[in-house]
């Protein structure tokens, strides 16, 4: 049964930074595209970034060059550096494997302005 759990949200001020991590079990982490994803109050879940078994990514454009993904397959946990923050980047950040329904119970990222 896949696990995934998320850590690292909280509460800053705009232009700092935050650090998400995202602890897998029970996949062959290192073989998986993995995602972070976000959902805002009122709004659908959305895909923020994507890093495949390469290390390849895609950013979705609202985050490039302020947002880093990152993974450590031999700890299976995914990383997420969020520099710059916005207060339109207040939700809450999920991880999650391509293509899978699993989720983990997110972490709740607030930026005040």
């Known amino acids: 049964q896949v696990r995934l759990v998320e850590s690292g949200g909280g509460l800053v001020q705009a232009g700092d930074s935050l650090r998400l991590s995202c602890r897998a079990s029970g996949l062959t982490f290192a073989r998986y595209t993995m995602g972070w994803y976000r959902q805002a109050p009122g709004k659908e879940r959305e895909l923020v970034v994507l890093i495949g078994s390469t290390g390849s990514t895609r950013y979705e454009d609202s985050v490039k060059g302020r947002f880093t993904i990152s993974r450590d397959n031999a700890k299976n946990t995914l990383y997420l550096q969020m520099d710059r923050l916005k207060p339109e980047d207040t939700a809450v950040y999920y991880c999650?494997?391509?293509?899978?329904?699993?989720w983990g119970q997110g972490t709740q990222v607030t930026v005040s302005s």
């Open positions: 999650g494997v391509q293509g899978s329904s699993n």
